[in-house]
């Protein structure tokens, strides 16, 4: 599968100054900006800066970024599953996982997560994937939002619904630890039935294992 990319981008202006919401963008264009010290909600800010622009240099990598000026103040990923999950078992090139995304304080408010996901949906060629978001209640910023799980949830789950994605049952072991967990899924169009059926047996892997051992 080529893995194709096609620039797209939004400009408005927040109450803490212009935003620019732009992607998919590659490590050198990223390299041209700053990376706001406050993203880092999965590790140090200059760890974490790094890490996106080796993803943005992946054949299947995507980066969206929101930026003020010259900062960056937001971003997405989207690359293929970590091989140390259930997700990678298939090798599914068409499944693509939303692996982080996060917002600087300052400019929550602004819907700049769903702005972000809407700009990453705007490129044609992601109807040719299953995007899943595996999400964890621990990885959330209760404390910073001041909201208990299950109101956090339901901003989580309005914001992944402007990039049309949606909760999807499954009985991978992290998600059911908890029932904030879940599971967020969007089909595109593109998407073949023989590949719908090899996604929904990884959804549903503890499932199908216990049947061929009790078939045995």
Request: aromatic share 10%; glycine share 6%; hydrophobic share 35%.
């Amino acid at each position: 599968m080529k893995h194709e990319k096609k620039y797209h981008f939004e400009a408005f202006d927040s109450k803490q100054g212009p935003v620019v919401v732009e992607g998919p963008l590659t490590s050198e264009e990223l390299s041209q900006y700053t990376f706001d010290k406050k993203l880092t909600s999965f590790r140090p800010s200059e760890k974490q800066f790094e890490a996106i622009k080796s993803i943005a240099d992946f054949e299947e990598g995507r980066i969206i970024i929101a930026r003020n000026n010259e900062n960056i103040v937001g971003y997405v990923t989207f690359l293929h599953p970590d091989p140390l999950e259930r997700w990678s078992e298939g090798n599914m090139d068409n499944l693509i996982e939303l692996g982080a995304i996060e917002v600087i304080p300052d400019f929550r408010g602004e819907r700049i997560g769903s702005r972000l996901l809407k700009i990453s949906m705007m490129d044609e060629f992601m109807e040719n994937y299953i995007i899943i978001s595996t999400e964890y209640y621990w990885h959330w910023d209760l404390k910073g939002t001041g909201l208990n799980i299950w109101d956090y949830r339901k901003v989580m789950e309005k914001m992944m619904a402007s990039g049309g994605l949606t909760p999807s049952p499954t009985d991978d072991p992290e998600i059911i630890s908890h029932p904030a967990n879940c599971l967020m899924v969007k089909i595109g169009r593109n998407v073949s039935e023989e590949s719908i059926e090899e996604f929904d047996t990884l959804r549903f892997l503890t499932r199908h294992r216990y049947r061929k051992q009790s078939r045995r």
